[in-house]
């Protein structure tokens, strides 16, 4: 099939790989029609805010609405993907309804991982409006946090925590943060934690829930710790179990290559997705400009293929936590010590350069105010670098 006979395309999934990928359809002059399929009843909305003002709140779940979808979209909320006929080119809903497409942007995303035992309630999770709605309501009265996992989302969760004057006691089997920001960088963030008064648990031994039918804290081995409320911050799963039939490639994610292909007029964006490396290995890259980028880039091959013009990748994100606004470009070394290029990294305010063979392969600014885009040329080698 070729772009000009895609007269049905359908995106499946509803925030902002989705909304991204429809909205560059009709950029790059798609005048067909466009269904969105989302399971979620609420409009789509960014998840960015969740760990941050809205848990605080600080800022309204209608502020992390995504500007609406124009009129020549068909959003249908609340509906479900269950299965897809690659061979009938259709997608079936949970209802049991199949919408026909010619053309497929799958945008599933990933959904929290859980720690409880099945019937075990209690555990707190923040990846949709509806959790970070529940869990804001429940610390608003608690008095202390137990946070398993010390990733980007778990320390997000932490710090507003203690903004709120809990006591918060975040877990994990690694050091916090050190595979996302390396060491270094890893130790100033963590200091700052602890100078708010947040007590950091290593498991050695694998972190259970504790509590019967209702969760009261967390077991390491023979130790366990109680607080009002825990939150498992555990990482997420690629929704891809309505694919698990499709024969499309799944290797922890739907293999995409670089220009977003999974299947002749099928191409994927976002969490859920998985990239392969030099290696065998493959990568996720679950961060909002990725999947902004590659809802763009999908929505480019579909229509036009080998010859569309791609935007540049590009690895950039950022975390907010414990009074700290951190953006970064590229992937940060583990092990040395940056080149300080401005401010002062003792008054957690610098911006931070890590050079390889003499040229900059991540970049990172500390409460430091700068042009996104100088950022990311200081870190440019190692976005603009394939793999
Ligand atoms: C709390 C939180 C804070 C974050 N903060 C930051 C940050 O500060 N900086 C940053 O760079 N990144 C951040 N991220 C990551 C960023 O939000 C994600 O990378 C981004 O949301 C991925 O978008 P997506 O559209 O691919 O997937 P998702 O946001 O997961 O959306 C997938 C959508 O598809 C729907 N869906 C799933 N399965 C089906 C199905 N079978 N049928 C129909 N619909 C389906 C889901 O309900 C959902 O609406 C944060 C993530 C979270 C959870």
Avoid at 228 to 234: G, H, I, L
Avoid at 295 to 323: C, I, K, M, N, S
Avoid at 363 to 375: D, F, Q, Y
Wanted: hydrophobic content about 40%; glycine content about 12%; charged content about 25%.
């Amino acid at each position: 099939m070729t772009s000009s006979s895609l007269r049905r395309i359908v995106v499946v999934g509803g925030s902002i790989a989705a909304v991204t990928a429809a909205e560059a359809l009709r950029v790059r002059g798609f005048d067909g029609d466009i269904t969105v399929l989302s399971e979620e009843t609420s409009a789509p909305y960014s998840r960015v805010p969740l760990s941050k003002g809205v848990l605080c709140g600080k800022e309204t779940p209608d502020s992390a609405l995504l500007p609406p979808l124009d009129g020549e979209v068909s959003l249908r909320l609340g509906t479900r993907a269950a299965g897809l006929r690659v061979d009938r080119r259709r997608v079936v809903c949970d209802d049991g309804d199949e919408v026909p497409y010619d053309g497929l942007v799958i945008a599933t995303g990933a959904r929290a991982r859980r720690l409880a035992r099945p019937g075990q309630a209690g555990e707190h999770v923040v990846r949709t409006l509806d959790d970070a709605t529940r869990l804001a309501g429940r610390i608003a009265t608690a008095g202390s946090v137990i946070v398993v996992g010390a990733g980007f989302l778990g320390m997000e969760v932490a710090s507003t925590c203690t903004d709120l004057g809990l006591a918060v006691t975040v877990v994990d089997r690694d050091p916090p943060l050190r595979r996302l920001l390396g060491g270094w960088l890893a130790d100033l963030v963590v200091g700052a934690a602890r100078d708010r008064g947040v007590r950091f648990v290593r498991a050695t031994r694998a972190v259970e829930l504790a509590g019967g039918q209702e969760v009261t804290g967390v077991r390491i081995g023979d130790r366990v710790l109680t607080a009002d409320v825990v939150v498992s911050a555990v990482g997420d799963v690629p929704g891809t179990g309505w694919l698990a039939d499709s024969g499309l490639p799944l290797r922890g994610g739907l293999v995409v290559d670089d220009r977003c292909r999974v299947a002749p007029d099928i191409v994927a964006a976002g969490d859920v997705t998985v990239s392969g490396r030099p290696g065998g290995e493959f990568r996720r890259s679950p961060h909002w400009t990725s999947a902004v980028i590659q809802g763009q880039v999908a929505a480019a091959t579909l229509l036009h293929g080998e010859v569309a013009t791609l935007p540049r990748p590009d690895a950039y994100y950022w975390t907010e936590q414990f009074g700290l606004d951190i953006k970064i470009s590229g992937e940060i070394p583990d092990g040395p010590a940056p080149t300080v290029l401005a401010g002062d990294p003792r008054e957690r305010s610098a911006l931070l350069q890590w050079r390889r063979n003499g040229r900059g392969v991540a970049a990172v600014s500390v409460n430091h105010r700068m042009p996104i885009v100088k950022l990311k040329r200081l870190g440019a080698w190692a976005s603009a670098e394939p793999g």
